[in-house]
């Protein structure tokens, strides 16, 4: 069954740009999603197809996808970016999921 | 305003079953396919299943962990999608998310707040 790989925890300073990797055999040739999800909240979509923002979610997000390794970008971190994230893409008609990573904004 | 909202979680012995429904408004809920995501308190996200609209016939697709043992419904005229639960096992203990499938190819644009089913003697 296909797998896609997080690690599981990445730190970054406040202001800094963080990058969380997500990783599964020919990636690229699929599209990746992202979502965020705060302690004790559903998991909210952030980046959709690669690298496509739904309304209302920071420009500061921004998400790459090719070869083996989806990214998904956060510049000029905050705070409020302390979340879990998690990874997804579509093999066949299953949905699959990464196993999330951790961002602490320290 | 899209909203969905779970419901029918709870304790079940294991062997036995469960209904989940997932009950939508704001949106025509007819033209989407709806999806089950469970998580384990305190781990990751695992897709269960979905539903596809009356466009493609309703055909569900399911995970591995699930298929033989869960299936799923749904009332477009009432804006209900349903997770039918049997032989529950302990491993399926987890809150369990519904979602839609938006417009956009494969991607879970709106989420329930979730509803917890415990499996345990």
């Known amino acids: 069954s296909y797998e896609l790989t997080q690690p599981p925890s990445v730190s970054v300073s406040p202001g800094q740009t963080a990058r969380i990797t997500c990783s599964g055999d020919?990636?690229?040739?699929?599209?990746a999603y992202w979502y965020q999800q705060k302690p004790g909240r559903s998991p909210v979509l952030v980046i959709y197809?690669?690298?496509k923002r739904p309304s209302g979610i920071p420009e500061r997000f921004s998400g790459s996808n090719s070869g083996n390794t989806a990214t998904l970008t956060i510049s000029g971190t905050q705070a409020l970016d302390e979340a879990d994230y998690y990874c997804?893409?579509?093999?066949?008609?299953?949905?699959?999921f990464g196993g999330g990573t951790k961002l602490a904004v320290l | 305003e899209v909203q969905l909202v779970e419901s029918g979680g709870g304790l079940a012995q294991p062997g036995r079953s469960l209904r989940l429904s997932c009950t939508a408004s704001?949106?025509?809920?007819?033209?989407?396919?709806m999806n089950w995501v469970r998580q384990v308190p305190g781990k990751g996200l695992e897709w269960v299943g979905l539903?596809?609209?009356?466009?493609?016939?309703?055909?569900?697709e399911f995970a591995a962990s699930v298929k033989g043992r869960f299936t799923m419904s749904r009332d477009d005229s009432e804006g209900i999608a349903y997770l039918q639960m049997n032989s529950l096992k302990t491993d399926d203990t987890a809150v369990y998310y519904c979602?839609?499938?938006?417009?956009?190819?494969?991607?879970?644009?709106?989420w329930g707040q979730g509803t917890l089913v415990t499996v345990s003697s």
């Open positions: 979602s839609r499938l938006g417009a956009a190819v494969g991607v879970f644009d709106y």
């Open positions: 704001g949106f025509t809920f007819g033209d989407y396919a």
């Open positions: 539903i596809r609209s009356r466009a493609y016939g309703g055909a569900t």
């Open positions: 020919k990636l690229g040739d699929k599209f």
């Open positions: 197809q690669d690298n």
């Open positions: 997804q893409a579509w093999d066949s008609s299953t949905a699959v």
